[in-house]
C-alpha cells in the first residue's frame, strides 16, 4: 500500500470516527502541514468519497459517503494484506538470522528486549523447537509474554546457552552491560537487520 493509501485510509477512518474533527487534529494525526491536510479532504470530497457540512454555520461536519465507506474498506483489506505480507517477510528473515538455534540441543535462549521485534523472535524461537527462559528489560516488571522479565544484573542466576538482543537502537550498548554483567560475549548474539 503507498503512502497516498495509508493516508486516504488514516483520514476515512478518523472522519468515519469523528466527523467533527477539525483539519488541525487531522493535519497532527497524519503528520502534515494543515494546507496539506486542507488539500487531501478536498480530494476526497472531489472523488465522492466525503461530503462537508457547515450545520450550523461555524462548524464543519464531514460526512463519509456510501463511496466513501467502500473505499475505507478497500484500503482496510489493502493494508492488511500488506502488514501480514510484511509480517511473514520479517518471520522469515528472523528464523534465518537464528539458524544457530537448531532446537535440537535443548538450547535455551534468553531475548534482550520487549518491543515488537522481541515478540517476533520469541514466536520464531517458538517454532524452531528452541526455549526462550525469559526476556531482560529494565522496566521493573515481573514478566513479558508469560516470561520472567529480569535486569541484566540478575542474569547471572540464569541458566542460558544464548542472549539474544533485539533492541536493534541500542544493540552495542546492550551487548557491552551483558559482557560487563558477567555474560561471555560468544554467548550473545545481536539480532539485526540485513544491510
Same mark, same amino acid.
Not at 48 to 65: A, D, F, H, K, M
Given at each position: 500500500m503507498n503512502l497516498q493509501g495509508q493516508r486516504d485510509l488514516l483520514l476515512l477512518s478518523e472522519l468515519d470516527r469523528n466527523g467533527g474533527a477539525t483539519q488541525r487534529t487531522l493535519a497532527t494525526k497524519l503528520g502534515v502541514a494543515l !494546507?496539506? =491536510?486542507n488539500l487531501y479532504l478536498k480530494r476526497l470530497t472531489h472523488k !465522492? /468519497?466525503?461530503?462537508?457540512? =457547515?450545520?450550523?454555520?461555524? %462548524?464543519?461536519? /464531514?460526512? *463519509? =459517503?456510501p463511496q466513501g465507506l467502500s473505499e475505507k474498506a478497500r484500503l482496510t483489506y489493502l493494508h492488511m494484506q500488506h502488514s501480514l505480507s510484511h509480517y511473514r517477510?520479517?518471520?522469515? %528473515? *528472523?528464523?534465518?538470522?537464528?539458524?544457530?538455534?537448531? !532446537?535440537t540441543h535443548g538450547?535455551?535462549?534468553?531475548? /534482550? !528486549?520487549?518491543t515488537e521485534l522481541a515478540e517476533l523472535a520469541y514466536l520464531s524461537l517458538r517454532e524452531m523447537n528452541v526455549d526462550c527462559i525469559g526476556f531482560i528489560d529494565e522496566s521493573g516488571r515481573e514478566?513479558?509474554?508469560?516470561?520472567?522479565?529480569s535486569s541484566p544484573e540478575r542474569l547471572a542466576g540464569w541458566h542460558?546457552?544464548?542472549?539474544?538482543?533485539?533492541?536493534l537502537d541500542h544493540a552495542a550498548a546492550c551487548e557491552e552491560q551483558l559482557v560487563q554483567s558477567g555474560v561471555p560475549r560468544e554467548k550473545v548474539l545481536r539480532l539485526g537487520l540485513p544491510e
Open positions: !494546507g496539506l =491536510t !465522492g /468519497y466525503i461530503r462537508v457540512s =457547515t450545520i450550523p454555520r461555524s %462548524r464543519i461536519r /464531514y460526512l *463519509l =459517503t517477510d520479517i518471520r522469515i %528473515r *528472523l528464523k534465518d538470522m537464528m539458524s544457530i538455534f537448531d !532446537g538450547q535455551r535462549v534468553v531475548i /534482550y !528486549g520487549t514478566s513479558f509474554l508469560s516470561c520472567p522479565l542460558f546457552d544464548q542472549v539474544l538482543i533485539t533492541d
